[in-house]
């Protein structure tokens, strides 16, 4: 068969700007490896075609037999209208991602099949059943008989230089916090570990320097990560990852284990200084008052700290910006980024509030984690929208920009500059992410 694989579209058929182009190239941002990953796994009797819309226009033109379309839900509209287009060709279109494990019956609508969750065993059923024409409607993700599991290479990229690289050295999050629709997926929850041996061939075999971990956390198997630092530490590479703050504030000896194997920053999902608002949405991993140990014990392995920060919880009231914004100074965070609480279909959180009737909308295009989408309860929408322009506002005003890049001068050479890319990008798109995302995105 003649495959197109699509990794990403955007919301809109925008042409992208030739700057994004290469940044995003360059830096591999991407929603997800899992695409990379069906292509790696695609036997070789198939041919496969990958894009990514943010890079090449969709060839309409050209003939496949197959078209996979991996999207999320802001682009949902957008996944779909490509799907029906290439239907109308009579090409079979299966769709992926989270969006259209959380809501298949929607995304049936657009398309001929559905694969579930994130398990790329589906993945080869599925092509099996469609070279036998007995395509299904539904494909489950096949669990791992055990907490081990391989999963394949990606070795598939798309053309460009990239500065950055990517890995998935885990899969999944036994914590399930309610606002995160990557742990209630299919099968998100379960929590899965590669041979660390496979792990270090591949990333020796990655030509980038530094890498990105996909992992949701490096620090659910603590075990796992100390062997798996160690080694790393003879390939020389560069790489940032997530964690949590129970293992950060708490186990020097994976911090230090970390640094030795080349980490340069970990980013944290602090989400909110407020205790009551953890506890309610399920982020056991966080205790407000091991914050600052966590932070100053990376910092004195000389990494440095991104901070996750999110607003719109039911316990937020309109005095949790500026008092986010005084603790996020105070303990020297590095780099921040702030969001509205979004209830993504799928998690708790999206039933929760339906059931409550506070679901603003369903328009999908809204849900960017930049717009306000249900009834807050001790807020207004406009209350949150001016809370978030005012805390972005202040983080990445020049001064205090500035500062943070000369801070991070102690952290060395790969840390600083992972600081400096990440501040300078928040201090030049500020304006434009305020008046696009969060203004434009309060609209009732």
């Not at 230089?161 to 309610?178: D, H, K, V």
Request: proline share 5%; charged share 25%; with cysteine.
């Amino acid at each position: 068969m003649n495959i197109l694989l699509i990794e990403q579209v955007k919301m809109k058929a925008i042409p992208s700007k030739p700057f994004e182009k290469m940044f995003l190239t360059m830096f591999s941002i991407l929603p997800s490896l899992y695409p990379r990953r069906l292509a790696a796994i695609t036997p070789k009797d198939h041919k496969v075609t990958l894009i990514n819309e943010r890079y090449h226009a969709i060839p309409f033109t050209k003939s496949y037999d197959l078209a996979i379309i991996h999207f999320n839900t802001a682009s949902a509209y957008r996944a779909y209208h490509i799907a029906d287009m290439f239907r109308k060709k009579n090409v079979p279109v299966v769709l992926c991602g989270l969006h259209a494990s959380a809501l298949p019956d929607e995304a049936l609508d657009h398309a001929d099949s559905i694969l579930l969750g994130r398990g790329e065993g589906n993945y080869l059923q599925m092509l099996n059943d469609m070279s036998r024409g007995e395509l299904k409607e539904l494909y489950h993700p096949e669990p791992y008989g055990d907490l081990s599991c391989s999963i394949p290479p990606t070795h598939v990229s798309l053309p460009g230089f990239q500065i950055t690289g990517a890995i998935e050295a885990t899969r999944g999050c036994p914590y399930q916090c309610s606002f995160c629709p990557e742990a209630n997926t299919p099968e998100g929850h379960r929590f899965f570990v590669r041979p660390v041996e496979e792990i270090i061939e591949e990333i020796a075999s990655l030509p980038q320097k530094t890498l990105m971990f996909y992992d949701l956390s490096l620090t659910i198997n603590k075990d796992f990560s100390k062997e798996l630092f160690q080694k790393m530490k003879p390939l020389k590479k560069r790489f940032f990852c997530n964690g949590n703050v129970d293992v950060l504030s708490s186990d020097e000896e994976l911090v230090r284990l970390a640094h030795e194997a080349g980490c340069i920053g970990w980013l944290i999902g602090f989400e909110s200084f407020t205790q009551e608002t953890l506890s309610t949405i399920g982020k056991s991993t966080n205790k407000v008052s091991e914050y600052k140990k966590a932070i100053d014990l990376i910092h004195r392995y000389k990494m440095a700290v991104i901070g996750d920060f999110m607003f719109g919880f039911d316990s937020d009231t309109k005095d949790v910006f500026e008092n986010t914004l005084k603790l996020i100074k105070r303990l020297r965070i590095d780099v921040a980024d702030f969001s509205i609480l979004t209830p993504f279909p799928g998690t708790p959180l999206f039933q929760d509030l339906k059931k409550q009737k506070r679901l603003l909308t369903e328009d999908w295009e809204r849900y960017t984690m930049h717009s306000v989408v249900f009834e807050p309860k001790k807020m207004t929408s406009e209350d949150i929208i001016q809370g978030v322009t005012l805390i972005y506002n202040d983080f990445y005003s020049s001064g205090y920009t500035i500062k943070r890049i000369c801070r991070a001068l102690s952290l060395g050479i790969h840390p600083f500059f992972l600081v400096f890319a990440r501040n300078i990008i928040g201090l030049f798109s500020r304006k434009n992410l305020i008046s696009r995302k969060y203004k434009e995105g309060s609209r009732e």
